[in-house]
């Protein structure tokens, strides 16, 4: 069992940033890839950026590249979604998740822990 806390969320101004913090505990944190999902109100949730368990392999989805950056610290049991140049279009609720595989995964089901969530509101 893994549980997983989000942290760092907030309101921001379009192109303003902020840094989302995942904190880990339980089982052993590098034995998972780790990956962040974003659901806007009304919409499913959806793939935002994954890391393999190393932090050696990373990726994004189409919409974040060039502007959000995940990476970990498997001594702090913790991963970081860096955001850049936000738009209003990133509202979501964030969402961090653990895989027990290797690499990195980009749908919601090769995911078995989520955390609760966190709000960022990037207003125009």
């Known amino acids: 069992q893994v549980q997983l806390v989000e942290s760092g969320g907030g309101l921001v101004q379009a192109g303003g940033s902020l840094r989302l913090s995942c904190a880990a505990s339980?089982?052993?944190?590098?034995?998972?890839?780790m990956g962040w999902f974003r659901q806007a109100p009304g919409k499913e949730r959806v793939f935002v950026a994954a890391?393999?368990?190393?932090?050696?392999?990373?990726g994004y989805a189409d919409s974040v590249k060039g502007r959000l950056t995940i990476s970990r610290d498997n001594a702090k049991n913790t991963v970081y979604l860096q955001m850049n140049s936000l738009k209003p279009e990133d509202t979501a609720v964030y969402y961090c998740?653990?895989?027990?595989?290797?690499?990195?995964?980009?749908?919601?089901?090769?995911?078995?822990?989520w955390g609760q969530g966190t709000q960022v509101t990037v207003s125009s």
């Open positions: 890391i393999s368990w190393s932090g050696g392999i990373t």
């Open positions: 339980g089982r052993t944190f590098s034995n998972y890839a």
């Open positions: 998740a653990a895989s027990m595989g290797r690499a990195y995964y980009t749908t919601a089901n090769q995911y078995a822990y």
